[in-house]
């Protein structure tokens, strides 16, 4: 039997929708103010053409609470920090479709750095 064959997305995005109970003093990505964040996201790149080649996931804690809402760009481990609607419209614009990550939204070094290694 012939499989239809099925492209790879170019990009995925995880975006955080992790949400702390009431009186949890513990920051989290999505709250009252932010929980429109992913749809904005996914209806934006609706209107662009872009589902299909960016795949836009929900993730919970990605464990960056401190610095929310947040979103990760595979490939690249660009990690997006403290967004919103705005941020969100020029990381489409210009990372996605441009090419070219953000950096003055991207996560700074001290909270990121290099991937752990698996070597023991
Ligand atoms: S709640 Fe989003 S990174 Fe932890």
């Not at 904005?40 to 804690?61: D, E, F, N, W, Y």
């Amino acid at each position: 039997m012939e499989m239809p064959q099925i492209p790879q997305p170019t990009f995925y995005i995880f975006k955080c929708e992790q949400s702390a109970p009431p009186g949890m003093p513990k920051p989290s990505c999505v709250s009252e103010q932010t929980r429109d964040l992913f749809n904005h996201m996914a209806q934006s790149m609706m209107q662009k053409g872009l589902m299909g080649p960016v795949q836009p996931i929900r993730t919970s804690c990605l464990g960056r609470c401190q610095m929310g809402p947040v979103m990760l760009v595979e490939p690249g481990h660009h990690m997006y920090v403290q967004l919103d609607k705005e941020k969100i419209d020029r990381i489409i614009d210009e990372h996605l479709i441009g090419g070219n990550p953000i950096q003055e939204y991207i996560i700074p070094e001290q909270f990121w750095g290099e991937p752990l290694s698996l070597a023991k």
